[in-house]
């Protein structure tokens, strides 16, 4: 087969359709939100959606209304400040579907890189609550409408966020409390 031939053969193969058109909550999902859908990708497997921030709500209503999406893993604020995207911060949604052993990963940038804050999903899915607050504390992404929002890592007076990139990690000296011995249990030799 000479050159030629082979660059007319890689020519002809057909491109692959993107998985926001072949993935059927997908496409429902880029309907119903419309421009709020941001895009999608498929990487090893794991379908992400991302939806801007103010479809948030409406996106994750449908996918646990609809789209039977019931179960929340977890909540995760990720610190992107390395990573070659036009934002700060992001809130990533690990869903999935018992009934379809189906897993979606849904994923809203925040809007404010000096204040990041995303709407609460506590209303739709109640086990985001503590997943939230934990965001919150580590990044200090604020989720509006959270009923609860507190600190729930660090220990009171703690200043700044630990998990953003940018937290100077030798600033803050360790502290260490030492505690008795409880009675019946053998002491450290001294």
Not at 12 to 31: H, N, S, T, W
Not at 55 to 75: I, M, P, Q, T
Not at 82 to 111: D, G, H, I, Q, W
Not at 116 to 123: K, Q, T
Request: aromatic share 8%.
């Amino acid at each position: 087969m000479s050159e030629e031939e082979r660059e007319q053969e890689e020519v002809e193969e057909p491109a692959e359709e993107p998985i926001e058109k072949k993935d059927p909550d997908l496409v429902l999902l880029q309907a119903k939100i419309g421009a709020g859908f941001l895009g999608a990708t498929d990487h090893r497997g794991q379908i992400s959606a991302q939806v801007a921030p103010d479809a948030l709500l409406d996106a994750a209503r449908f996918l646990r209304g609809e789209r039977g999406y019931k179960l929340l893993s977890f909540v995760c604020g990720v610190d992107c400040l390395e990573l070659p995207v036009s934002y700060r911060f992001k809130v990533t949604y690990s869903l999935l579907n018992p009934e379809k052993s189906r897993r979606l990963r849904l994923e809203a940038p925040c809007a404010d890189d000096l204040e990041p804050a995303m709407p609460s999903v506590c209303g739709i899915w109640p086990g985001a609550r503590l997943h939230e607050s934990e965001a919150y504390d580590l990044l200090g992404i604020t989720f509006e409408g959270h009923p609860d929002l507190e600190r729930i890592l660090t220990p009171e007076g703690f200043e700044g966020h630990p998990h953003r990139k940018d937290f100077d990690i030798s600033a803050e000296p360790v502290a260490f409390t030492f505690r008795d011995t409880p009675a019946g249990k053998p002491r450290a030799a001294e």
